[in-house]
């Protein structure tokens, strides 16, 4: 049993995921795969320390023999997704890496399901705002002194709110 690293590595665009495992400094597993016989560099799409590299490689392999382009190569035609969810079953599968609880799973979907809230509705009001400030547009199409100052900042406020929201939208991950 030897403590290293699993990852998961492809090249950007490519099908193909390599799936490996290194006891060295990840950085220096990943240059030494990036030697002059690749056409563009490997980057890691998951990376993951556990107690015994050697055993939860082989579990990966296996669990995903049907996406083996070759028998003597360790790539896979399959999604960086799918390695990645194979590594960490296989790791779990195999006592190496311990998942989250039951409270921790529900924390983490309450804050991602709240987070979505929050960018729906900020993204909402930017919205509303704009409508405004186009409604203040169309009513005086030529804003005078104090009126064009407070415009701007509604326009800078809208744009903030919908950058952020959309911003909170994406990254519920």
Wanted: contains cysteine; charged residues 25%; aromatic residues 8%.
């Amino acid at each position: 049993m030897s403590k290293g690293y699993i990852y998961a590595a492809r090249q950007p665009g490519a099908r193909e995921v390599k799936i490996g495992k290194t006891r060295k400094n990840p950085a220096v597993r990943l240059g030494q795969l990036n030697n002059t016989s690749v056409f563009k560099d490997l980057e890691f799409e998951f990376l993951l320390s556990v107690s015994d590299h050697d055993a939860v490689e082989k579990a990966v392999h296996v669990l995903l023999a049907q996406y083996r382009v070759r028998k003597d190569r360790e790539f896979f035609r399959c999604s960086p997704r799918k390695a990645r969810s194979a590594i960490k079953r296989a790791a779990v599968g195999r006592g190496r890496y311990s998942v989250a609880t039951a409270s921790e799973k529900a924390i983490g979907t309450v804050r991602r399901s709240l987070q979505l809230l929050l960018g729906t509705s900020l993204s909402i009001l930017g919205l509303g705002v704009t409508a405004v400030l186009l409604f203040i547009i169309y009513v005086d199409p030529v804003p005078h002194g104090e009126s064009a100052v407070w415009m701007l900042g509604l326009m800078a406020a809208s744009a903030t709110m919908l950058w952020s929201g959309f911003n909170l939208m994406r990254s519920r991950t």
